[in-house]
Structures are given as structure tokens and as C-alpha cells.
């Protein structure tokens, strides 16, 4: 079994800058992916962006060109380095990892607000 802890959320202005960190630890468990989800307050959950222990990322549509997904597998770690914030960038951010189950972390709040 996998935990996951999220880290970097916080308050950003418009335009600002902001880096998540997910880290997983534990024992027996191997990570074949790695991801964010977020959840604004009224919303369904949505896929930020994932990326697999080999490299492959996927986005979704609001992350794309702004946001950037990365994997340090040796740490079990994924990183999301999200540029250019909008303020419906607002949510809790989720860390998810697929070790042939799903597991996921607690959630990190981001508020982009001026």
C-alpha cells in the first residue's frame, strides 16, 4: 500500500506561478503511473494531468500549454509545475497513484486570486 503526500499548494495571483509535489511512500508496491486530479467546490473531480513511470503525459484540456507534468520514479515522486494561473485554476489538487490499484492523497488547496 501506497500513501501519498501532496505538497506546494497555496495563494497565487493571476498570471503567478505554483509547484505541487506528490510523494509516495510505503512498502511492496510498484508505481506504474503517477498524476493530479483537481476538484473545484460544485464540480465533478477532473484529470489535470498523468504521467507513467516510462515518461508518457497526458493533460487535460485546462492544463494544456500551461501546465507541466514530471516523474522521479527513484523517489516515487511527481511534480506539477503549473505557469500562467487563471482563477478557475481554484481547487483542491489531488495526487493519484496507480500501483495496479489506485491510491490517493489527502489534497493540496490552490487559490489563484488577486
Known amino acids: 500500500q501506497v500513501q501519498l503526500v501532496e505538497s506546494g499548494g497555496g495563494l497565487v495571483q493571476p498570471g503567478g506561478s505554483l509547484r505541487l509535489s506528490c510523494v509516495g511512500s510505503g512498502s511492496g508496491f510498484i508505481i506504474y503511473a503517477m498524476g493530479w486530479y483537481r476538484q473545484a467546490p460544485g464540480k465533478q473531480r477532473e484529470l489535470v494531468a498523468g504521467?507513467?513511470?516510462?515518461?508518457?503525459?497526458n493533460y487535460g484540456d485546462s492544463a494544456k500549454g500551461r501546465f507541466t507534468i514530471a516523474i522521479e520514479n527513484a523517489k516515487n515522486t511527481v511534480y506539477l509545475q503549473m505557469n500562467d494561473q487563471k482563477n478557475e485554476d481554484t481547487a483542491v489538487y489531488y495526487c493519484?497513484?496507480?500501483?495496479?490499484?489506485?491510491?490517493w492523497g489527502q489534497g493540496t488547496q490552490v487559490t489563484v486570486s488577486s
Open positions: 493519484y497513484a496507480d500501483t495496479g490499484t489506485g491510491s
Open positions: 504521467i507513467t513511470s516510462a515518461g508518457s503525459t
